[in-house]
């Protein structure tokens, strides 16, 4: 069945340690978008891509990072430089925003800094 | 810039009651709303869409509404069960910024058996 997947569920951070969020998806969509979610708070966009081998910053890009070499991956990194990670994170993919279509997230990630 | 409120932000009801999820925006000039669903530890599930055009959308027992020049969406859930139980957002996607979706922060729903 087509989906997006994101991976680990649940991950820890050392202080001053880099890790990566995996999202992937097999449902042809050009446009993918990382999100973060505090509790209580709505979700805040972190960078998106809307095309393989582009990708703009979000509104708190700050201390992360991405890439989109393939059309199905869109993996964040979270730099010792983002100094609050501690959060929910999640992934969308879709056609296209303007196009209306329906947006599929995948099931999150829990990052947590020990 | 585009401001997306929710109210309430919980909402505890009995089993069997029909009830209604609000939802506000400060710029009415957008391309279409969406509701989603987010499970405990969990993402989000897309339950209806409604574009700018569109005064309204169904889906079994849940309904949509939008009012565009008055910059407010309701979520009407018929018939309320214990699995309705979750947090309910609106999403607004207005274009421009960089991906144009503004997130209310939800609506906390509980359903009491």
């Known amino acids: 069945d087509g989906g997006i997947t994101q991976s680990p569920k649940y991950l820890f951070r050392k202080e001053g340690q880099n890790v990566t969020l995996s999202c992937e998806q097999n449902?042809?969509?050009?446009?993918m978008y990382w999100y973060r979610q505090d509790p209580g708070q709505g979700l805040r966009l972190i960078y998106y891509?809307?095309?393989?081998?582009?990708?703009q910053k979000g509104d708190i890009a700050e201390g992360y990072s991405v890439s989109r070499e393939k059309k199905e991956s869109f993996p964040l990194t979270v730099t010792s430089a983002q100094k609050n990670p501690t959060a929910f994170y999640l992934c969308?993919?879709?056609?296209?925003?303007?196009?209306?279509?329906?947006?599929?997230f995948g099931e999150g990630s829990w990052l947590t800094v020990v | 810039k585009q401001e997306v409120t929710q109210i309430p932000a919980a909402l505890s009801v009995p089993e069997g009651e029909n009830l209604v999820l609000n939802c506000s925006f400060t710029?009415?000039?957008?391309?279409?709303l969406q509701w989603f669903r987010q499970d405990p530890g969990k993402g989000l599930t897309s339950l209806l869409l409604?574009?700018?055009?569109?005064r309204e959308q169904t889906s079994g027992r849940l309904n949509a509404s939008l009012d565009k020049s008055s910059g407010r969406s309701t979520l009407y859930i018929a018939a309320s069960q214990p699995g309705d139980s979750a947090t309910y957002l609106c999403?607004?996607?207005?274009?421009?910024?960089?991906?144009?979706?503004?997130f209310g922060k939800g609506t906390h729903l509980i359903i009491q058996p």
């Open positions: 969308d993919s879709s056609i296209g925003r303007n196009s209306g279509n329906t947006i599929y």
């Open positions: 449902l042809n969509h050009d446009a």
């Open positions: 891509s809307q095309i393989v081998n582009d990708f």
């Open positions: 710029d009415s000039a957008i391309y279409n």
């Open positions: 409604i574009q700018s055009s569109q």
């Open positions: 999403a607004v996607h207005s274009g421009g910024g960089a991906d144009g979706l503004t």
